[in-house]
């Protein structure tokens, strides 16, 4: 772990210190989102897939995200870690941490944060068919697809 609000992992990530991290006395309220892999995108079998990020590039976007979050949502703490490399179905992908105060600004500001890293931050997904078929997708549309 580290001391970053937001970052890349190539490793699977252990919730427990990242819950204590976002843990505050003026917290009353405590928010968060999981993204993982599932096993179907638009109506094909998926049995994996590959994170690809320019990583500095990344990290300094993501952190941006948490940072406005935590500005505009008045928020005691936020935190966000994505996966980088291959993961398999029912890996977590992507998680969104925040405590605020009350509990609108906790949710406003975990959706917020990853509906921002999935439209800003550069992270590509190369998803693995069950049929052997690949493909690169690319967040063309809103949100770059559901997480």
């Excluded at 990853?114 to 967040?139: F, M, N, S, T």
């Amino acid at each position: 772990m580290n001391d970053r609000d937001f970052w890349l992992a190539d490793a699977p990530v252990d919730l427990a210190p990242l819950r204590r991290r976002v843990q505050h006395d003026r917290a009353g309220a405590f928010a968060s989102f999981e993204g993982w892999v599932r096993d179907h995108n638009d109506g094909r079998p998926v049995r994996g897939l590959r994170y690809e990020s320019y990583v500095a590039l990344a990290e300094a976007e993501g952190a941006k995200v948490v940072a406005e979050a935590r500005e505009r949502f008045d928020l005691c703490a936020a935190l966000c870690v994505h996966r980088i490399g291959d993961l398999a179905i029912g890996d977590m992908a992507v998680w969104v941490g925040v405590t605020a105060a009350h509990r609108g600004a906790a949710f406003d500001a975990c959706r917020y944060i990853i509906d921002e890293i999935k439209d800003r931050v550069p992270i590509w997904k190369h998803e693995r068919y069950v049929d052997g078929d690949a493909g690169w997708l690319h967040p063309e549309s809103p949100r770059g697809g559901d997480a």
